[in-house]
């Protein structure tokens, strides 16, 4: 998604830069056309209208970098408490992965897993000699 | 692929502490060992962020947890280079000693550390949980408790304290008294929804212990019922929340007991029958979903434990020996 | 006594943190895009009423586009509770009223619209 996104605007940005550089191109050779039949006439005011490639040259290079701009938007979370939980608990952290595919910084899970966590109450004892048994249940089981 | 350092390790499966924890030396390696706090140090060294201080905490926990004293150590220090002894690395550094205590001589030894500790500071509170902790370890239970109480007289807002000592009271098979705490913990934080689904559980679990004969049973059964809606109400497709809504309607619809006299408290009576019967079926089909997205690994249904989904498969197929498997 | 709207947010709350990251991300892209705007109407040389028109047409396309592209395709993919899009449409899970994911932009950007367009309407006029 982000490389679609990127070279989307890349691209688009290419296109403008160009548009850019031909619309300056056109008004210093219309002024400098100007200054030179200005000795001959006196009607300079028609410089200033841009040729209809490069106008549309420009609305499309916008349209193409909005695109590409659009697409690299983080995605949006629920507001609604209940389906912002469900999210959580149903998707885990695939929920809420940015454009890069890593987990976003501020996720955390369930907010009020702490409360039957608790981390600050944790018998270190208890879960080491759960885990000695894990691994030699393990053991066994491979056995 | 392992856990995320910055989610507490506490509630992990023996599995994924270990790798957890295997992913110490990576982060101890790829983290200067100290981060100056001075300003003009931190124009030249790297930056620090919070999250790193958070994945020290959590690798203390499982590497702890696992073994791994050496990492453990390792981290505990460089919290101590960044943030001086103040209490909560203090706590931390307690844990530690805790968890390579040999025998109960050296466990008195630590609680005489922290009662010192206590005695200069009595409202430290990461000390105090500690030691909390681990008079409950050493099995002195009532110890723990008073403690606890105390703790929860100066300090009332603390949740994870109210869940302690739900978690205590249970332990030793107080009903009453563990739900009391934890809807205390509600009051702390009403959209909870694992509170809400754990009080449910105790409610249920009490009503079980007190047998269908007795008075409070339907109360608490329709308290249970209520607990587990809210819950579900909180959290679209909560696997636990469904689980004991089933488990509670199940019961009720197998009692076949009437909802004798609605007269007596007035908000707390059973719904009647039919009801009942379509929250049982609502779950049924609920968890069935559930549990069929999450066996096909289905995309944005990966989230659950695969313990909590197995379970749920478990009491789907008592309920229908035939036709679960799709 | 509490009012029914503050009953009802008690019984299904929002949750603050991912409205702010809603309007945050909105936010985001609206002023980097306002910019770009300027830059358009910088090069199509466009002056007093047509640029203002061109960004309130081009502010109406980008958010248009977060609709199509961002906001309407998760109501079909992700969404297993089919009751909450009836009830307000997909907009609704994301933002708090319509009113302001269709309006805010236009605020939001203004000024960085003004910068780049006088900003490119001399460079390539000059």
Redesign the interface.
């Known amino acids: 998604m982000m490389l679609i996104s990127k070279s989307i605007t890349a691209f688009g940005s290419l296109l ?1 830069a160009h ?2 550089y031909s ?2 191109e056109h ?1 210093t050779l219309q002024s400098f056309r100007a200054a030179t039949s200005a000795a001959l006439t006196s009607t300079p005011a028609a410089a ?1 209208s ?1 040729p209809i490639d ?2 549309i040259e ?2 499309v ?3 193409v ?3 590409g ?3 690299g ?23 809420f992965k940015d454009n890069n595919g890593e ?1 976003n ?6 907010p ?17 000699r ?3 048994e ?2 030699k249940s393990q053991g066994e089981q491979q056995k | 692929m392992a856990p995320s350092l910055i989610r507490s390790p506490v509630q992990l499966p023996p599995a994924e502490a270990l790798a957890t924890s295997q992913q110490a030396p990576v982060v101890l390696q790829s983290s200067p060992s100290t981060v100056s706090s001075s300003a003009l140090g931190s124009l030249f060294s790297a930056t620090e962020k919070p999250e790193l201080w958070i994945q020290y905490e959590n690798l203390i926990l499982s590497c702890l947890r696992t073994g791994d004293d050496r990492a453990a150590q390792e981290c505990h220090n460089r919290l101590v280079a960044r943030f001086g002894n103040n209490d909560r690395v203090k706590a931390l550094g307690g844990l530690i000693k805790e968890a390579q205590a040999q025998n109960n001589g050296e466990l008195e030894k630590i609680l005489k550390e922290y009662d010192q500790m206590l005695d200069e500071n009595n409202t430290n509170l990461p000390i105090m949980k500690r030691r909390i902790a681990l008079l409950r370890s050493m099995g002195r239970l009532s110890d723990a408790a008073s403690a606890l109480v105390q703790l929860l007289d100066f300090s009332p807002t603390d949740s994870e304290a109210w869940s302690e000592l739900s978690d205590l009271y249970f332990s030793q098979g107080l009903y009453p008294q563990a739900i009391y705490a934890m809807e205390e913990v509600l009051i702390l934080a009403p959209n909870a929804w694992n509170v809400h689904a754990r009080l449910g559980e105790l409610q249920y679990m009490a009503a079980a212990a007190s047998g269908a004969t007795s008075g409070s049973y339907q109360k608490q059964m329709a308290e249970a019922i209520k607990r587990f809606s809210r819950s579900i109400e909180l959290c679209d497709d909560y696997l636990r929340g469904y689980y004991g809504l089933k488990l509670v309607t199940k019961r009720l619809l197998k009692d076949n007991t009437k909802p004798a006299k609605q007269t007596d408290d007035e908000d707390f009576s059973l719904p009647d029958p039919k009801t009942i019967e379509r929250l049982n079926e609502l779950a049924t089909s609920k968890l069935a979903e559930i549990v069929r997205h999450s066996s096909a690994q289905d995309h944005g249904w990966r989230g659950y434990d695969a313990a909590e989904v197995a379970a749920a498969r478990e009491l789907l197929s008592e309920d229908a020996p035939s036709g679960i498997e799709r | 006594m509490p009012s029914q709207q503050e009953l009802d947010l008690q019984i299904s709350p929002l949750v603050q943190e991912s409205l702010v990251h809603n309007s945050r991300t909105l936010h985001n892209l609206q002023s980097l895009t306002a910019s770009l705007f300027g830059v358009g109407a910088g090069i199509l040389g466009l002056e007093s009423y047509s640029g203002f028109f061109f960004y309130l047409l081009f502010s109406l396309v980008t958010t248009l586009l977060v609709y199509a592209l961002r906001i309407a395709p998760t109501s079909i993919s992700s969404s297993p509770s089919a009751a909450t899009a009836a009830k307000g449409g997909v907009l609704s899970r994301y933002f708090r009223s319509p009113f302001d994911f269709w309006t805010a932009g236009l605020t939001n950007g203004l000024a960085g619209f003004i910068l780049t367009w006088t900003l490119f309407y001399g460079l390539v006029r000059a």
Not at chain 1, 79 to 92: L, Y
């Open positions: 403008l548009a850019c619309a300056r008004s200033t841009l490069i106008a420009t609305v290079a916008i349209l970098i909005l695109v701009l659009v697409l938007t983080s995605s949006l979370r629920p507001i609604q408490w209940r389906e912002w939980a469900g999210k959580i608990e149903r998707e885990g952290e695939d929920g987990v910084r501020d996720y955390m899970g369930n009020f897993d702490f409360i039957e966590g608790r981390p600050n109450f944790v018998d270190i004892r208890k879960q080491r759960e885990f000695t894990w691994v």
